[in-house]
């Protein structure tokens, strides 16, 4: 297991979520976000050197739920490592699909059922798991450690039940949110290099399930009981699809799926 594959407590980790029309296909998505990632994939060092897509399980969740169709997770071992964000804080709409950054985290806590197994999860992708997403505002300031811990401790419960990692805005992002949230923007020169423009979540929980196991209505049932609680929490089931690395090419371009999609929708 390599170095940028250790659950290390000082790991950096940026998630983005996507959001698309509902006509739009998988192979439609890709071929819009693998050119678009690309140029971020060409830095030997410092840069963004793997990236874990899932996408969105449908069907589960009727109250509080994610609306992002994918999500992108990429990590750097340490603060000292990168200064290269993936899309580096674009945000908004390109094309059909709505960009949003979520924000820079530290892995705050992993938690496994057996430590000798599935420790890898979050930084690999294994087709036999499924994972539940958990996440909340930044504006939420009185949310700390206690809630998603409380929170994973009780998904932990569930049947089929691997793993968990729980993630918190890395402070720096925190703070350049709050300011300008008070309208006290920064010059672009002393901007943080992991700042967010976009959505900003407070907190990330990802809890993993043998997708052949796992009890999904009991899922559902916790997740739904802790919602009455914390109403902030907004949850989905995803499924980690790929993990694209570091010089892989790519070659359909944004027109190419302008033309499907709207060959789709006819």
Wanted: net charge negative; charged share 25%.
């Amino acid at each position: 297991m390599g170095e940028e594959e250790r659950i290390c407590y000082r790991n950096l980790v940026q998630f983005i979520g996507y959001e698309g029309p509902p006509q739009m296909s998988e192979g439609q998505f890709r071929a819009f976000w693998d050119p678009l990632c690309e140029p971020y994939l060409t830095e030997p060092e410092g840069g963004v050197n793997k990236i874990i897509l899932s996408q969105h399980r449908s069907g589960y969740f009727d109250f509080g739920a994610l609306p992002y169709m994918y999500l992108s997770k990429n990590w750097w071992a340490s603060t000292d490592e990168s200064k290269v964000t993936l899309l580096s804080g674009r945000s908004g709409k390109v094309g059909h699909v709505s960009i949003n950054q979520l924000g820079i985290f530290l892995l705050r806590e992993s938690k496994t059922k057996n430590s000798k197994l599935y420790s890898h999860l979050p930084h690999t992708v294994d087709r036999d798991i499924i994972k539940l997403m958990g996440m909340v505002s930044v504006d939420q300031t009185k949310c700390d450690l206690s809630e998603p811990s409380m929170l994973a401790e009780r998904m932990g419960k569930v049947a089929g039940y691997h793993c968990h990692s729980i993630y918190e805005l890395h402070p720096v992002a925190r703070e350049y949110h709050t300011q300008k949230r008070r309208n006290k923007e920064m010059k672009d020169k002393e901007r943080p290099w992991m700042f967010c423009p976009c959505r900003v979540a407070g907190w990330v929980v990802e809890v993993y399930y043998n997708v052949k196991t796992v009890d999904h209505r009991g899922v559902c049932e916790a997740a739904d009981k802790f919602n009455q609680t914390f109403k902030h929490w907004k949850f989905a089931f995803h499924k980690d699809q790929d993990m694209v690395e570091y010089h892989q090419s790519h070659h359909q371009t944004e027109e190419a799926l302008d033309d499907e999609i709207q060959m789709t929708s006819v």
